[in-house]
């Protein structure tokens, strides 16, 4: 069965921002990174994540790609009051 990926690496985004574990203000921040590792290589790919090959258990999210996690994030799973 085929999927969209894009909509997968959205979701994904969204919710590395939910288990982000560092935030440096302008630089980005870092995120476990128990995720698919196709999504994580996409994500790379489309500057949102450093490269999330190495022993690591967390991935650096630049700073675009956290403001797109944020955002993303409070899209798929704020609650409006």
């Given at each position: 069965?085929?999927?969209?990926?894009?909509?997968?690496?959205?979701?994904?985004?969204?919710?590395?921002?939910?288990?982000?574990?560092?935030?440096h203000e302008e630089?980005?921040?870092?995120?476990?990174?128990?995720?698919?590792?196709?999504?994580?290589?996409?994500?790379?790919?489309?500057?949102?994540?450093?490269?999330?090959?190495g022993k690591a258990?967390?991935?650096?999210?630049?700073?675009?790609?956290?403001k797109k996690a944020?955002?993303?994030?409070?899209?798929?799973?704020?609650?409006?009051?």
């Open positions: 069965m085929e999927y969209d990926k894009d909509k997968i690496d959205d979701y994904t985004l969204a919710l590395l921002f939910l288990v982000m574990c560092e935030r630089y980005g921040g870092r995120a476990w990174k128990g995720f698919d590792w196709d999504t994580l290589g996409r994500l790379h790919e489309k500057g949102f994540l450093g490269d999330p090959k258990k967390s991935v650096v999210i630049t700073e675009d790609g956290y944020e955002e993303l994030f409070w899209k798929f799973f704020g609650v409006e009051e």
